[in-house]
């Protein structure tokens, strides 16, 4: 990964080392893993969440994890996605990095299900199926990115975007409301620059980001089983959330808070030095595209309903360790096909673009530097 965060606006107490060019900065790996972990935790409790196994406290670990979880990636994804242009590696990139995944998946999802319970499910690739939304939404945010980096107010343009889509009940063609819903986070990590998370990653933010995590679960647990956690969903409209326009738009931008709040927080927390987990992070794509067919699995046994709250612990901790298998060089190596298909048999030969030429640019990076990262998806 290109390094794309540096300490330079931090003490030199308190900095980390930077990374050697061209190495990649454990800071963002840690990120990656982390919130991919939370990922498959929010997906193993999501089926309990309505067989009241573990009451209050289960319901608001939910809803404290899907209040940010998505949001820190997709921030991330935004971040990197801000060098994105057409050219002929990018467009191959989309490709391989996201078409080809999508339309596997979201044919193996369907099929999964069907083996699972009995029943026929169809395939549409224009309805994604369970996880496999998130593909397309990607591919549409990091098309949309050179139109965003054009609009004087992108924040603000796409947060009106959001408050606009939850007035109208979308059509579930590839996921349109959380498509929008979440844009904000995207166009937020295209605005986002290096100095912006070394400001993150000082030792008194720590302590902020982890009050605001703190303060985030207590308000988590106040109001569980009073509130729809379906508001962090960002799937549905008003109407089928059973509130008017007012409510509506007051509700949204409580959870955009919340999601802003606790992505700080999160991204404050993350080590940026080299741990246990760094060599993960590269894999997180592996890991969302394929924990779900434990997960549902799981959502199909009838056992699972019933299981008791130290149980609950043990599926949490097995979620961690599901991670760090899907993580492993034999499951990349077993699954790189899909995940990461090589394509060059698909495609006319490279034609060598002109070099760029050295110097600074107005944003501070130099020419050349897309600010992407090769392995950054989800």
């Known amino acids: 990964m290109t390094t794309t965060a540096t300490a330079d606006a931090m003490p030199a107490a308190v900095s980390p080392a930077p990374p050697r060019p061209g190495a990649r900065d454990p800071y963002f790996d840690n990120a990656k893993f982390l919130a991919v972990v939370l990922v498959v935790i929010g997906h193993a409790w999501e089926p309990l969440r309505g067989a009241d196994v573990g009451g209050r406290v289960l319901e608001a670990a939910q809803t404290f994890v899907y209040a940010f979880h998505l949001p820190v990636f997709i921030v991330m994804c935004g971040y990197f996605s801000r060098g994105f242009t057409a050219g002929q590696d990018r467009t191959r990139k989309l490709v391989g990095g996201i078409i080809v995944p999508y339309v596997i998946f979201s044919a193996a999802y369907p099929l999964w299900a069907g083996l699972l319970s009995g029943n026929h499910v169809g395939w549409d690739p224009l309805e994604p199926y369970y996880l496999t939304w998130f593909m397309p939404a990607l591919l549409l945010w990091r098309l ?107 509700f949204r931008l409580l959870a955009l808070a919340a999601a802003v709040a606790l992505t700080i927080g999160f991204l404050a927390v993350v080590p940026g030095r080299r741990t246990w987990f760094t060599r993960f992070g590269s894999a997180s794509m592996y890991v969302y595209l394929l924990h779900g067919f434990a997960t549902l699995f799981l959502s199909y046994q009838g056992w699972y309903y019933r299981i008791s709250g130290a149980e609950v612990v043990l599926v949490t901790i097995g979620c961690v360790a599901l991670a760090v298998l899907l993580s492993s060089g034999a499951a990349r190596t077993a699954f790189r096909w899909a995940v990461e298909p090589h394509l060059n048999w698909l495609f006319t030969p490279r034609v060598p673009e002109p070099a760029a030429v050295a110097g600074p640019r107005p944003d501070g990076r130099t020419r050349g530097d897309s600010g992407d990262q090769r392995t950054m998806r989800a």
């Open 144 to 250: 949309s990115t050179p139109l965003w980096k054009q609009i004087r107010y992108p924040i603000t343009a796409a947060l009106v975007i959001s408050m606009l889509a939850g007035f109208d009940t979308l059509p579930s063609m590839l996921n349109a409301a959380q498509v929008l819903s979440f844009l904000p986070f995207f166009v937020v990590g295209l605005t986002l620059r290096p100095h912006h998370f070394a400001f993150l990653r000082r030792r008194v933010m720590r302590i902020v980001g982890a009050a605001l995590l703190v303060l985030g679960g207590g308000a988590a647990y106040a109001l569980a089983m009073t509130v729809d956690p379906e508001w962090v969903h960002w799937r549905r409209s008003f109407v089928q959330l059973g509130v008017g326009a007012p409510a509506g738009v007051g």
